[in-house]
C-alpha cells in the first residue's frame, strides 16, 4: 500500500512527461513588408505554426483547407486616427488531389500545381497580395499593412465541419499584425 502511495505521489509531484505534451505554438503573422505605387500595395508576410498534425494528416487524405485572410492598407497619421486606404479578404486553399497525385493551391483566381506536401505547406505559408488602393498614394507619407488569418472551417466537408467546431486542434486564427510598407 505504502508503495502505491508513494508511486501516485510521486507521479503527481512530477514536473510533467517533457516537450512531448507541450502546447502547440499559436498562429502567428510574421515578416509582414512590402511597398505601395500608385493605386496598389504589394503586401509580404509569413503565416507560422497554422498546420497542426491533424491538419496535415487531412490534408493528405484530400480535405480541403482554406484560410480567410484579411488585409488592410493604412495611411499612419501622427497625433491622429489612421486612414484605412485598401483593404482585401485574400482566400487561398489547397486539396491534395487523389487521382493525379497532386496539391491543387486556388489563389487569386489562379490554379498552382504542387508535387508534394511539403511543397503545398511551404506554398500555403508565405504570400504576396496585391491590396488595391482607394487613394493616390503621397510621397513622404507613412504607410502601413494590417493582417490576420484564420482557418475557414465553414468550408470544410460535412464530416469533418461536425468534429472542428468542438475541437480546438481546428481553432486556427491570428492576432492582427502590422509592417510597414515602402512608399515612393
Do not use: C
Amino acid at each position: 500500500m505504502r508503495v502505491l502511495i508513494a508511486f501516485f505521489s510521486l507521479l503527481l509531484l512530477s514536473p510533467g512527461t517533457g516537450p512531448a505534451f507541450a502546447d502547440p505554438l499559436p498562429p502567428k503573422i510574421s515578416d509582414i513588408g512590402g511597398s505601395i505605387q500608385g493605386k496598389e500595395a504589394k503586401v509580404r508576410f509569413r503565416l507560422e505554426n497554422a498546420f497542426t498534425p491533424e491538419m496535415v494528416e487531412a490534408l493528405k487524405s484530400g480535405i480541403e483547407i482554406s484560410f480567410w485572410i484579411t488585409i488592410e492598407v493604412e495611411r499612419v497619421h501622427r497625433n491622429w486616427f489612421n486612414q484605412t486606404v485598401g483593404k482585401i479578404i485574400y482566400t487561398p486553399s489547397i486539396r491534395y488531389d487523389v487521382l493525379s497525385r497532386v496539391y491543387r493551391l486556388h489563389h487569386g483566381g489562379k490554379d498552382e500545381i504542387l508535387p508534394d506536401v511539403l511543397a503545398a505547406l511551404e506554398r500555403m505559408t508565405r504570400y504576396e497580395v496585391a491590396v488595391p488602393v482607394f487613394d493616390e498614394v503621397s510621397k513622404d507619407k507613412h504607410y502601413r499593412a494590417l493582417v490576420r488569418a484564420r482557418l475557414d472551417r465553414v468550408g470544410l466537408s460535412e464530416p469533418l465541419r461536425s468534429i472542428v467546431f468542438f475541437s480546438s486542434l481546428w481553432d486556427i486564427r491570428t492576432d492582427w499584425s502590422q509592417g510597414r510598407l515602402a512608399a515612393p
